[in-house]
């Protein structure tokens, strides 16, 4: 049948008004206020545990939770300090990939997390207060 057009009937009837557009995919919506308050938009920024990194053995194939704020009482690992001081921070998981002694950073100023780099040797680290954000 080649040549022959078909009519598609209209989406918008008549006397009705056009569909609203699709919402954005990834729109960040607001929440309410309650939650607002467990969850906030602008994190608080982590502050320093310790001044020196905790060596460990971390056994293959177990996962662990990396403290990210600096709140847990169970430095290096979370206790869930960050949701109860509702920092809007949540732990790293991370999985042992051999068992290996490793040092852990709890000044949480390293740029390879959960591992130390060095940078609690920093002047800024050195002269932060323990429990103090950077």
């Given at each position: 049948?080649?040549?022959?057009?078909?009519?598609?009937?209209?989406?918008?009837?008549?006397?009705?008004?056009?569909?609203?557009?699709?919402?954005?995919?990834?729109?960040?919506?607001?929440?309410?206020?309650?939650?607002?308050?467990?969850?906030?938009?602008?994190?608080?920024k982590p502050v320093v545990a310790q001044k020196t990194p905790?060596?460990?053995?971390?056994?293959?194939?177990?996962?662990?939770?990396?403290?990210?704020?600096?709140?847990?009482?169970?430095?290096?690992?979370?206790?869930?300090?960050?949701?109860?001081q509702r920092t809007g921070l949540s732990p790293l998981k991370?999985?042992?990939?051999?068992?290996?002694?490793?040092?852990?950073?709890?000044?949480?100023?390293?740029?390879?997390?959960?591992?130390?780099?060095?940078?609690?040797?920093?002047?800024?680290?050195q002269k932060a207060e323990v429990g103090s954000p950077l």
């Amino acid at each position: 049948m080649r040549g022959v057009w078909v009519s598609v009937p209209s989406l918008v009837t008549p006397g009705r008004s056009a569909p609203p557009p699709p919402a954005q995919p990834y729109q960040r919506r607001e929440i309410s206020s309650w939650l607002a308050r467990w969850f906030p938009k602008d994190p608080a920024k982590p502050v320093v545990a310790q001044k020196t990194p905790i060596r460990l053995e971390l056994v293959a194939g177990k996962t662990y939770r990396w403290c990210v704020c600096g709140r847990s009482k169970n430095q290096p690992f979370c206790d869930g300090s960050h949701f109860f001081q509702r920092t809007g921070l949540s732990p790293l998981k991370f999985k042992a990939q051999e068992t290996r002694t490793v040092a852990l950073c709890t000044c949480k100023a390293t740029q390879r997390p959960p591992y130390c780099d060095g940078t609690h040797k920093s002047e800024q680290v050195q002269k932060a207060e323990v429990g103090s954000p950077l």
